[in-house]
């Protein structure tokens, strides 16, 4: 029986089909507009320029350098800062004492945006590859910490009474009840944070670089080419879409269990 969302349209159009019809429309519509000479070429390309650019940047390594050199930078930050999050949250989860004595630290952290670290952590750790680690850690951490936080706090209570009335200790608990019960909640932390990491890294680079993403954009700019910063910037979007997609997958290999794999949608 087909799921009512899909109205009875096959899974093939629903997933695959239907959401690149607006994208395809979008693209069709600015190549037309292009044409007839509705946009100035030296502010806004084509989209086929943009495609001829993208070809020549591919054929020439100049994108994938700077795309590998983006991505190391953002595993290498996301690793620290999810590692972070999710220690720092089960220990508060945990305990009452932490969760009291660091709330109000955390409550003051929390909403500073992460690029406002940038200049701050560039003035402390210079222009290397530190300060950008560091901004992106800090961006992944926030989401992954309050996700791991409210996964935990949302444990069900039931469960814990069973463990203690079985005189499990701590590590068998943490094990076997909390860890399986905040996974969700850490995925949906992991996909946010990694957003927030790769958006961190372009950036800081945007600032602060000599190479990655961001520097190719803002090079870019200075020397007006508008079809290689599209480029840059289709391929963040692409590059972020495809780093969620493999989470989402890693997820639902992971947790079969889990109706709503990727939150929330069927």
């Not at 620290?80 to 009291?100: C, E, K, Q, V, Y």
């Amino acid at each position: 029986m087909p799921s009512p969302r899909t109205n009875g349209k096959s899974p093939l159009f629903y997933r695959l089909i239907l959401p690149l019809i607006v994208p395809a429309l979008v693209l069709a519509v600015w190549q037309v507009l292009s044409d007839k000479g509705f946009f100035r070429t030296s502010i806004l390309p084509s989209p086929l320029a943009i495609a001829r650019t993208l070809q020549s940047l591919l054929l020439s390594g100049e994108l994938l350098g700077h795309l590998k050199t983006s991505l190391l930078r953002v595993f290498e930050g996301f690793f620290i800062g999810a590692a972070l999050g999710t220690g720092l949250g089960l220990a508060m989860g945990l305990s009452r004492f932490l969760d009291r004595a660091l709330s109000l630290v955390t409550g003051l952290l929390r909403p500073i945006p992460t690029i406002a670290w940038i200049p701050v952590l560039i003035l402390w750790m210079g222009i290397d590859e530190g300060s950008k680690v560091t901004v992106i850690a800090v961006g992944s951490f926030w989401p992954v910490f309050m996700n791991v936080l409210q996964g935990v706090k949302g444990t069900d209570p039931k469960y814990l009474e069973v463990a203690k009335l079985l005189e499990k200790n701590r590590w068998v608990v943490l094990t076997r009840v909390v860890l399986p019960s905040i996974l969700p909640s850490l995925f949906t932390g992991l996909r946010v944070g990694l957003g927030i990491a790769w958006a961190s890294v372009v950036g800081a680079e945007l600032i602060a670089a000599s190479s990655g993403i961001g520097y190719m954009i803002m090079y870019a700019r200075e020397v007006s080419q508008p079809d290689v910063m599209l480029v840059g910037v289709v391929t963040i979007g692409l590059t972020g879409l495809l780093m969620d997609f493999l989470v989402v997958r890693l997820e639902q290999r992971l947790l079969k269990w889990n109706p709503h794999p990727e939150g929330g949608r069927a």
